[in-house]
């Protein structure tokens, strides 16, 4: 398998300044710290490149409004020098707390017993290519042993 990383910026690459909100996302964090990202999100590029950013308060809009230059700067340093060219903040929608680092909040697989791991064998026996075979009787065995209400410390994936 491949990383679809390349790919998806290219296809996004048709979309005009928009395609770059990605990047401009990805760089936020970093670039304004942590309570500025937990009350300021980039929401989308306009035509013209301006990024609009929503806030959590209109207090925070005029807040950031006086800081934009140092904004702008800060992410002209993390996207090195693709950075938009003008930033705009108003109050809005902002991202679900705990939406960010998603990879550590890892559902834990269920430990299936000898007797739900040969089941699981049983039921995948019939797909021919060994890599999804293995794959599915590994996973009708934790489906088995989850309905039992068993888990591990083990993460998904």
């Given at each position: 398998?491949?990383?679809?990383?390349?790919?998806?910026?290219?296809?996004?690459?048709?979309?005009?300044?928009?395609?770059?909100?990605?990047?401009?996302?990805a760089?936020?964090?970093?670039?304004?710290?942590?309570?500025?990202a937990?009350?300021?999100?980039?929401?989308r590029?306009?035509?013209?490149?301006?990024?609009?950013?929503?806030?959590?308060?209109?207090?925070w809009?005029f807040?950031l409004?006086?800081?934009?230059?140092?904004?702008?700067g800060?992410?002209?340093?993390?996207?090195?020098?693709?950075?938009?060219?003008?930033?705009?903040?108003?109050?809005?929608?902002?991202?679900?707390?705990g939406?960010?680092?998603?990879?550590?909040?890892?559902?834990?697989?269920?430990?299936?017993?000898?007797a739900?791991?040969?089941e699981?064998?049983?039921?995948?026996?019939?797909?021919?290519?060994?890599?999804?075979?293995?794959a599915?009787?590994?996973?009708?065995?934790?489906?088995?042993a989850?309905?039992?209400?068993?888990?591990?410390?083990?993460?998904?994936?």
């Amino acid at each position: 398998m491949e990383p679809i990383g390349a790919n998806v910026r290219r296809e996004l690459g048709r979309f005009g300044p928009q395609a770059g909100l990605g990047e401009v996302v990805a760089a936020w964090p970093d670039a304004v710290g942590p309570g500025v990202a937990a009350n300021a999100w980039p929401a989308r590029i306009a035509r013209d490149g301006t990024l609009h950013v929503a806030t959590s308060s209109s207090a925070w809009a005029f807040e950031l409004t006086q800081l934009e230059a140092t904004v702008r700067g800060k992410l002209e340093e993390r996207l090195e020098g693709h950075s938009p060219p003008a930033l705009r903040f108003a109050p809005g929608p902002l991202p679900e707390p705990g939406s960010e680092g998603v990879e550590t909040q890892r559902p834990i697989a269920p430990r299936p017993t000898q007797a739900e791991v040969e089941e699981g064998e049983r039921v995948a026996s019939g797909i021919t290519g060994a890599a999804l075979r293995a794959a599915v009787a590994e996973a009708a065995a934790a489906s088995l042993a989850a309905e039992a209400g068993r888990s591990s410390d083990r993460p998904i994936c």
